[in-house]
Structure formats: C-alpha cells, structure tokens
C-alpha cells in the first residue's frame, strides 16, 4: 500500500499545547455567554425609571393641551375605562405600567411581598369617578392596586381565584391589595361571588348625579360610535307617554338603590361605603378621608396632594415632597355634552326621584341629587 501524505496529515494528533488552549478558549466562551444571559435577565426584570418619567410628562402635557381647548361644558369624571376605548386603554396601559414599575422595585428590594386576594374592591359605578378614585389611592404607601379592570367576578369567574390572584400586585405585611371594576355594582351574580370569596370584603361605590351620569355614559358611547340613535330617542320606550326605557343600561344603572337591595343580601351596610363623585371634584381631600377611614389607614393622602386646576374645574395629583408639574388624570376627561331637551332631563329627574330617595334612606346620606 502506497504512503498518501494527505491521509496521513488527517490522522495528525494535534499536541498537548493546543489541546489545552481549546479547552481554555471554550470555558471563557461559555462564561462570556453565561454572563450576557445574566446581565439581560436581570435588567428586563428592573423598572424603566426614566422612560416612564419622560412619557408621563409628554402625556401629561398633550392632556392639557387638549383640555384646554374645550368649552365650558365639561365631562369632569369622564374618565372610565373601556375595552374599545383606544384613548381610555392607553390610561389603563399606562396606570398599569406604573403599577408593575413599582411593584418590580419594591419586590427587589423585599423578597418577603407576595400575592393576595384583594381586600378592598371598588365596585361601582361607570361614569362616577372610580378611576380618579382609584389614582387618588394609589398615592397611598399602604395600597397595592391593579390599574387595569380585572372583570373577575362578572366575566373571567370561570378561570379561578388562581388566575384572578396572579392579576394582583405584590404587597407586603400591613398592605392592602384592591382593584376596581365598575360593572360589579350592576351585575347579578356578583355578590354572592364575592361573599364566596371573603365575607370580609370592603366594597366602594362612586356614585354620582344618576341623570348627569347618564348623559356621560352616551356622551362615552358616542364618542365611538357617533351614528348611535339620540339620548332622546335611547331614553324613552314610548316618547309620547313618556316611558322611561329601564332596560338601556344608561339609564338602570343610575336606579343605585334597586342594585343595593341585592348586595345588602350578602354584606353588611358597614362593609359598603358610598363616595360622592361630585365631592370628589369639589373636596377630594375631604372624600379620601373618609375612604382612607373605612379602610383602616392612616390619612396620608391630604390637601397637599391636590392641586385644583381653575381652567378645567377638577383637581390634579401632584407630590407633595417634589415641585414636579401637577398630573391631571386620563385624555378623556373633558368631553363636551351633547345639549338634551330640558324636558326629557326633567322627566328623567322625575324618574330618578323615588329612586334617589330611596337609596339616600338605605345608606343614611343624602346626596343631593334632587
């Protein structure tokens, strides 16, 4: 058999020398890659701190540049939160970003924070402020809220308390987990839903004006669907005999004291407290007090952390401890009303009367309404 050099250079064992250098070149590669993989794993996990501060005050000022513009009639708590709203979402997005912000930090800082069920739920009602409730508690140190509506009790029920606890933020000992979600004030179902999950739940209603309420929650819908029939026309079954249609959900859910009469089924009148909406335009300090009360807290969140801005006739959130600029809440707030004939607003006021009277007896507070 003939000596082929090229068979030959192919069996060439490579010496010690080069073997050794290999193996070094390989574990420096793997601890190269192995720290990268740390280093991006680690930094997806921490808050964007400044990116958040940046945007929250290009946001904030293209909300008052907006604002600004409108007339004198104005939508002040005009800011519930919609699936099919583009502008309502991006608050949620954007109060929910906040949220797992300062939930990823003080998680870092304190492994002991875990996920609860919620203690405290902001139950109602669309169109009444529960947002700007909601942003107003999450000033407080001691509440740990989910920004977007979780819709648990009358929609997801069907995917468990596993499910619905992951949607929580962290919070440590002495923290009070809530969310909020409008819609449970109005749904059947709920109540007893909630009593199964702790009969010592807190519940909070925003309620407001049910006939200001109501032409808010067209003015929202029209907003979206501008080819929807007139308030008018949506109000009445039957125009000439001036029947109120009680099935057009604008119009039954400002009947507060029907609603009511189910939840007091399952809990107890102290373990429900009722928040003007209108207060919490004109004394927002003086409504927190009270809800800071019924939860057990400390009065953290006082005058100091209001600013009222005369140019849009609602208060903003500022911080107390900094001269940052005062944050007005949600791109929607502002929307002009449509004008409605007089006649069919007194015919609702009408309506509403033994209503309101009603629900002023059961809670023992008279609103004003009327």
Not at 52 to 76: C, K, T
Not at 123 to 140: D, M, N, Q, Y
Not at 318 to 344: A, Q, Y
């Amino acid at each position: 058999m003939e000596y082929s050099p090229i068979l030959h250079s192919l069996h060439v064992v490579p010496s010690s020398h080069v073997k050794n250098k290999l193996f070094v070149f390989c574990i420096m590669l793997s601890l190269w890659v192995y720290m990268i993989y740390c280093c991006v794993g680690y930094c997806s996990t921490m808050p964007n701190l400044t990116y958040g501060s940046v945007n929250r005050h290009e946001n904030d000022a293209e909300v008052d540049n907006q604002e600004s513009s409108l007339g004198a009639s104005r939508d002040l708590l005009n800011n519930e939160n919609e699936l099919d709203s583009r502008g309502d979402e991006w608050d949620e997005i954007r109060g929910e970003a906040k949220a797992l912000d300062d939930n990823a930090m003080s998680g870092f800082l304190n492994e002991s924070e875990s996920k609860k069920l919620p203690q405290a739920i902001i139950i109602g009602v669309k169109k009444g402020g529960t947002r700007a409730l909601l942003e107003f508690l999450r000033l407080h140190p001691d509440i740990r809220a989910v920004g977007a509506e979780p819709h648990f009790f009358d929609r997801n029920y069907d995917k468990g308390l596993d499910w619905y606890r992951e949607l929580m933020p962290k919070s440590s000992e002495g923290q009070l987990t809530m969310e909020k979600t409008p819609s449970y004030y109005v749904t059947k179902e709920v109540p007893a839903r909630i009593y199964t999950m702790s009969k010592d739940t807190k519940l909070i209603v925003v309620v407001r004006d049910p006939v200001t309420r109501a032409i808010s929650d067209y003015t929202q819908t029209r907003s979206k669907k501008p080819d929807i029939p007139s308030f008018e026309s949506l109000t009445f079954k039957n125009m000439s005999a001036g029947l109120i249609d009680t099935t057009w959900s604008a119009v039954q859910i400002g009947m507060y004291a029907k609603h009511l009469e189910r939840w007091l089924q399952y809990f107890p009148m102290e373990q429900l407290l009722f928040v003007s909406g209108e207060r919490l335009i004109t004394d927002p300090a003086g409504e927190m007090a009270r809800v800071q009360d019924f939860l057990g807290l400390k009065r953290v969140v006082t005058e100091k952390h209001f600013h009222f801005n005369p140019a849009k006739g609602f208060p903003c959130l500022k911080r107390p401890e900094g001269n940052s600029k005062p944050h007005c809440l949600g791109k929607t707030k502002g929307r002009t009303h449509p004008n409605i004939d007089p006649e069919v607003v007194q015919r609702l006021r009408d309506f509403y009367k033994p209503f309101n009277s009603k629900f002023y007896h059961m809670t023992g507070h008279d609103f004003g309404w009327d």
